[in-house]
């Protein structure tokens, strides 16, 4: 039988991941790594051969974990197809204990998106990041954050099925009631568009995009979840205790809140050079 990719078949695919109750992130970008798969295939018949092929395609021209990304939408298609000798094994990659520079968005960049937001006269982008950042949420989680939530001090979250209630700090939440009063939000989200739907994470991301040049910090240091990053790793310095991190940031494995506490490359350099080993 001959295995061919029909769009049908992944319609399927698509329907079975909502009934598992994927995120819907999760199942667009599976969509879209399976038609750029079907489109490079062009109609031929699938086999390990090809498959394995095109994984060297992509280890080529994009980064590991894009390329695991692919692979994770392609396997995860042939099982529910029942083409199991068609899968093929993800790239391995030894994790880094260190974070690159070019990619940490440091205190003082932070602050200088600040500034920027504040001298282009959006209050509501220059509180939406002090938000994220001083509180370690998820830009997806921010519309958790509303007035009744701010009013208490407190925000109670609900994501991918999982309860925890963070604590707001008391200047942010002096600060988000005054530009409520200001805006005249009385309910729901404090971060909302001129219609008043909760702002989406394609929103967020182009309205930050829009303060690197002023900012003076480097695009692909700007992007929401670099935020959080910035709040765990400060929160680390300060705390040293990683199991309060895991819970702040509602992590199931410690093992992925590690991540966030990476030091920098140079940090890491420094820490190498002191042990003193060459003549």
């Known amino acids: 039988m ?10 399927g695919f698509s329907k079975e991941l909502f009934e598992k109750e994927r995120a819907k992130e999760t199942i667009d970008r599976y969509q879209q790594q399976l038609h750029t798969f079907a489109q490079w295939v062009g109609g031929r018949t699938v086999t390990k051969e090809i498959t394995v092929c095109y994984k060297q395609w992509l280890m080529e021209r994009y980064s590991p974990a894009s390329v695991n990304v692919a692979l994770a939408a392609l396997n995860g298609f042939f099982d529910f197809m029942g083409w199991q000798e068609c899968r093929v094994r993800p790239v391995r990659v030894q994790r880094r204990n260190y974070s690159e520079p070019r990619r940490e968005l440091t205190r003082q960049e932070y602050y200088r998106l600040l500034h920027a937001a504040r001298r282009k006269g959006d209050l509501r982008l220059f509180h939406l990041l002090e938000t994220i950042c ?9 519309r958790f954050i509303t007035v009744k939530a701010v009013q208490r001090g407190r925000a109670d979250i609900c994501n991918k099925e999982k309860y925890r209630t963070i604590l707001l700090p008391r200047r942010l939440c002096e600060k988000l009631l005054h530009y409520c009063r200001e805006r005249g939000i009385a309910h729901g989200s404090v971060f909302v568009t001129c219609s008043g739907k909760p702002l989406n994470r394609s929103n967020i991301w182009a309205m930050m995009k829009g303060l690197c040049r002023k900012a003076q910090v480097s695009a692909r240091k700007v992007f929401p979840h670099n935020l959080r990053h910035l709040f765990a790793r400060c929160f680390y310095q300060c705390q040293q205790d990683l199991e309060h991190l895991a819970s702040l940031l509602g992590h199931s494995s410690i093992n992925t809140t590690r991540i966030y506490t990476r030091t920098s490359g140079e940090e890491h350099l420094r820490q190498i050079e ?4 060459i003549l």
């Open 274 to 277: 002191k042990l003193r080993l």
């Open 2 to 11: 001959e295995h061919i990719i029909e769009e049908m078949a992944v319609i």
């Open 134 to 142: 001083s509180t370690g949420i998820r830009v997806s989680e921010l």
